[in-house]
C-alpha cells in the first residue's frame, strides 16, 4: 500500500524549532521528488521547499528561507523539513508531497501551531 504520513507537529513557541518528518511506504523514496507545502486556516496551499529526486536542487519559499532544511534519509524512507525560529505566521497544516513524473503522493498532513 503506498502511503506517506507526516509526524512531527504539534504547539511551538515562536522562536522554537520543529522537525516534520514523513515516511514513505509502499515506493522508493528516493527516486521521487519530495515537496513540503501548508495550508493556514483561509489560505490556499503553498509550497513551502522542494527537493529533487537527485538531491542536488532545493526550493525554499522566501518566507522561511534561512529558517527551514529540507532533507531526506533514503535508508530510512523518510524526508524532513527542520524548522527553526518558527513564527506566528509558520502556523498551518503541513503536508508532504512526493512526485515521480506523472505520479504523486500526498500525506494527510499535520498541523503546526506557533504561539505563545
Known amino acids: 500500500q503506498v502511503q506517506l504520513v507526516e509526524s512531527g507537529g504539534g504547539l511551538v513557541q515562536p522562536g522554537g524549532s520543529l522537525r516534520l518528518s514523513c515516511a514513505a511506504s509502499?515506493?522508493?523514496?528516493?527516486?521521487?521528488?519530495i515537496g513540503w507545502f501548508r495550508q493556514a486556516p483561509g489560505k490556499e496551499r503553498e509550497g513551502v521547499s522542494c527537493?529533487?529526486?537527485?538531491?542536488?536542487?532545493?526550493y525554499y519559499a522566501d518566507s522561511v528561507k534561512g529558517r527551514f532544511t529540507i532533507s531526506r534519509d533514503n535508508a530510512k524512507n523518510t524526508a524532513y523539513l527542520q524548522m527553526n525560529s518558527l513564527k506566528p505566521e509558520d502556523t498551518a497544516v503541513y503536508y508532504c508531497n512526493a512526485r515521480f513524473h506523472t505520479l504523486s503522493y500526498w500525506g494527510q498532513g499535520t498541523q503546526v501551531t506557533v504561539s505563545s
Open positions: 509502499g515506493f522508493a523514496l528516493g527516486y521521487y521528488a
Open positions: 527537493l529533487s529526486s537527485s538531491d542536488d536542487n532545493t
